[in-house]
């Protein structure tokens, strides 16, 4: 399979535990991106990376989040003393470089955290 | 700041009818836009990608067309069928930053 990976699928979580997910992005493409969406809204943009550079962050991203892309390979997206309003699917995507480059997502992670 | 509205929100159609959603966009300095599509639960699956410089792009029984200067865009679809059901949203790239913003989606209903 040469599409977006997303790890775990499902999260179940209690409140003010740890979280991490991962994103396997498509090869070679060194631009990824990760967004938060919840019921019945559009995905919303978190933190860009171009290759292991982080170039942008949401103020969405709050200082118990934080994203990684170690060698510009794949990424990690962790939330520290999760709270219930961080339940919602998280997506990754990935593009080629330059401005036409068509973004590819994966299935998403779930979090639920009760 | 970029915002983007799909309209409408719902839409309920018999299968074999045809179709249009339509989604505007504040901010006409994108490099493309991309119709996605939703399943329950699902990520997104892109159907179309129009550059700024396109004025329409089609597949299968999908065409979107674009008209950046005056910010909207629509995804026709044609002889609906049941599997068409989904959320489709659309997402704009660039203008002032490297990212897609997106619409809040419309969730199609298309009933045997």
């Known amino acids: 399979d040469t599409g977006v990976s997303q790890n775990p699928r499902h999260k179940i979580t209690k409140r003010g535990q740890n979280v991490t997910f991962r994103c396997d992005p498509i090869s070679e493409h060194n631009r990824l991106y990760w967004y938060r969406q919840t019921l019945g809204q559009g995905p919303e943009f978190l933190t860009y990376f171009q290759n292991e550079a982080q170039l942008e962050k949401s103020r969405l991203l709050s200082d118990r989040f934080s994203a990684e892309r170690p060698k510009g390979s794949f990424s990690t997206l962790e939330i520290q003393r999760t709270e219930q309003g961080d339940s919602a699917m998280y997506l990754c995507?990935?593009?080629?470089?330059?401005?036409?480059?068509?973004?590819?997502f994966g299935q998403g992670t779930r979090l639920t955290v009760v | 700041k970029q915002e983007v509205t799909q309209i409408p929100a719902a839409l309920s159609v018999p299968e074999g009818e045809n179709l249009v959603l339509n989604c505007s966009f504040t901010d006409s300095a994108i490099y493309n836009l991309q119709w996605f599509r939703q399943d329950p639960g699902k990520g997104l699956t892109s159907l179309l990608l129009i550059q700024s410089s396109q004025r329409e792009q089609t597949s299968g029984r999908l065409n979107a067309s674009l008209d950046k200067s005056s910010g909207r865009s629509t995804l026709y679809i044609a002889a609906s069928q049941p599997g068409d059901s989904a959320t489709y949203l659309c997402a704009v790239f660039g203008g002032s930053n490297y990212k897609l913003t997106f619409g809040k989606g419309t969730l199609l209903t298309v009933n045997p």
């Open positions: 995507a990935s593009s080629l470089p330059g401005e036409g480059a068509k973004a590819f």
